[in-house]
C-alpha cells in the first residue's frame, strides 16, 4: 500500500486513476494542476505522485525541483503521458521513476505503480 497524489487536469481521467488505485488498495488523493500542489505534498506526504508532464507546460520543471526540495524528497513520480514513447522515456532520465502511456491499460497502471513501489 502507498500514499499516492494523483495530479491530473482532465477530472474523468483523476477520478478513474483514483479508483483504480484505491480498489488496489493505496491511499489516493487527487488534484488539479491548478490546486496548490505544492502544499497538497506537504499535507500528504505521498510515496508516489503520478502527473501528466506536457499539461503543465514549463512549471513542471519548477514542481520536480520543489518536490526534491520538500520532506516529499523520496516520492517517486511517474509520468502519466500521450507523448511519444522518446520523449516519455527522456522523462525517467530526468527525474521519474517510471511513466504510463495515455491511453492507458489498468494493468499496465497497476503493474507501474507496483514496480515503482518496490
Known sequence: MAR?????QNPDVKRLISLILSKEGHIVNAISED????????ECRPD???????????S?????EKLFH???ADSKLIAIT????EKTIDFCKHGF???????FDVFTLINTIKQVNS
Open 35 to 42: 490546486d496548490d500542489i505544492v502544499a497538497k505534498i506537504k
Open 4 to 8: 499516492i497524489l494523483v495530479i491530473e
Open 60 to 64: 513542471h520543471k519548477d514542481l520536480l
Open 82 to 85: 500521450t507523448c511519444a514513447e
Open 70 to 72: 520538500l520532506d516529499a
Open 97 to 103: 521513476d517510471g511513466y504510463v502511456k495515455k491511453p
Open 48 to 58: 508516489i505522485v503520478t502527473l501528466e508532464p506536457f499539461d503543465m507546460a514549463r
